[in-house]
């Protein structure tokens, strides 16, 4: 690399629906120092609300149409799904052909979660430094038939960033013996200011109160069909509240029909994905996240940003975020205790109230300056080495 010269950056992800990933990504994208780094991002499939969320400066390439861009012919629709699957399975097998598309050398390659990891250490770049971020609690049952591509991917690394410190503990705990790359935790950054002013934007529609609002995919390991109970539970026993879960997801269907099963159509609502869905938090009573996995997750940052009275499970770096009691409300992942905490959310105004009041001097807790400098430091000295 020429003295003075810009580092050249390349991402690595998948696609860009609405996504903590996705989030983490935007806001290095935002942040990093323009005057020190050219940043490019190459996505396999060109989909999602994000996808043209991307600042000016940077570029972006992608190796297929999403979606949004296919016919809307039923049959003609599978045939470019066909075609785009195997263009996919073409580029996996020839990592050539997405570098020609990129047509540059780059210093350093990012692969912002486990499923971007082979894409980067393929890379026929091989004198780029390559830094993988991972998100996902290694003991998920979920995840344990990828466990051994991903344990394969680690050591190949030049980097393994993680995105808390109960992440990386628990790959040490359950892999002790395996040949780690050099490691840092970084936790995700919050943009306290922006999610403030987005919050400020008008809603056409709000069920009445008492509310509790979540944001996730809706994923099984999100806990919805948990809450679903949960929520059942309450109202047949009279107390009045209404549950809007923002997300997508390929549960969808499931819990649709869940919700059906047990009649609470009106009450528990799936308002699906929202460009903007910090109205919908400043606007509830409060916020809930059921889920059985998490690492760090910006929601509950963003739910606190926002000062709502908030329950969660303890899984991941929530306890690390949340004080029970204190600043939220922390809970297993079990029916019976979501249940409990709204219960106690629903009765009893003091403890709602003594979490309002502690949230009012949050912003403290998060430092964003010091998050990117951290990223910038991790890049430069690869780059020098």
């Known amino acids: 690399m020429v003295k003075n010269d810009k580092i050249k950056v390349l991402f690595r992800h998948r696609s860009m629906e609405m996504g903590g990933v996705e989030k983490v990504m935007l806001s290095l994208l935002n942040n990093l120092d323009r005057e020190k780094f050219e940043l490019t991002v190459c996505l396999n499939i060109n989909q999602g609300e994000l996808r043209d969320e991307f600042p000016d400066h940077v570029r972006k390439?992608?190796?297929?149409?999403?979606?949004?861009?296919?016919?809307?012919?039923?049959?003609?629709?599978?045939?470019q799904l066909i075609r785009r699957n195997l263009r996919l399975k073409q580029i996996q097998r020839q990592p050539a052909i997405a570098d020609k598309?990129?047509?540059?050398?780059?210093?350093?390659?990012?692969?912002?979660?486990?499923?971007?990891f082979p894409a980067v250490l393929n890379s026929t770049n091989r004198n780029s430094k390559k830094i993988g971020w991972f998100h996902s609690e290694i003991?998920?049952?979920?995840?344990?038939?990828?466990?051994?591509?991903?344990?394969?991917n680690f050591p190949q690394f030049d980097q393994m960033v993680y995105c808390s410190q109960k992440i990386k503990d628990m790959m040490h705990q359950y892999y002790p013996d395996l040949q780690y790359p050099s490691e840092?935790?970084?936790?995700?950054?919050?943009p306290i200011e922006e999610i403030r002013k987005k919050a400020e934007e008008p809603l056409d529609h709000f069920p009445a109160g008492p509310v509790f609002v979540s944001i996730g995919r809706l994923h099984s390991r999100k806990g919805y069909h948990k809450l679903i109970e949960a929520h059942t539970k309450l109202i047949h026993e009279g107390f009045q509240h209404n549950i809007l879960v923002i997300g997508d997801g390929e549960e969808l269907?499931?819990?649709?029909?869940?919700?059906?099963?047990?009649?609470?159509e009106d009450t528990f609502i799936l308002a699906g994905n929202k460009m903007n869905p910090y109205p919908y938090v400043k606007n509830a009573d409060y916020f809930i996240l059921p889920s059985e996995s998490e690492a760090w997750p910006l929601v509950i940052a963003e739910a606190l940003v926002l000062q709502k009275p908030t329950i969660a499970t303890r899984t991941g770096d929530i306890p690390a975020m949340i004080q029970h009691e204190?600043?939220?409300?922390?809970?297993?992942?079990?029916?019976?205790?979501?249940?409990a905490a709204m219960k106690r959310f629903l009765t009893e105004s003091p403890l709602v109230s003594e979490l309002?009041?502690?949230?009012?001097?949050?912003?403290?807790?998060?430092?964003?300056q010091?998050?990117?400098?951290?990223?910038?430091?991790?890049?430069?000295n690869l780059s020098k080495k």
């Open 370 to 380: 010091k998050i990117f400098n951290a990223v910038e430091n991790i890049i430069i």
């Open 326 to 339: 204190k600043t939220g409300y922390l809970i297993s992942y079990e029916t019976e205790e979501m249940y």
């Open 253 to 264: 269907q499931n819990l649709r029909q869940q919700i059906a099963g047990n009649k609470v």
């Open 184 to 190: 840092e935790v970084i936790i995700n950054a919050i």
């Open 139 to 152: 003991n998920l049952p979920k995840l344990q038939p990828l466990v051994p591509g991903i344990l394969k």
């Open 356 to 368: 309002k009041k502690n949230l009012e001097n949050i912003d403290g807790q998060f430092d964003n």
């Open 101 to 116: 598309l990129l047509g540059e050398k780059y210093d350093v390659e990012i692969g912002m979660t486990y499923g971007d």
């Open 61 to 79: 390439v992608y190796l297929t149409d999403g979606k949004e861009d296919l016919s809307e012919n039923a049959l003609l629709q599978k045939i």
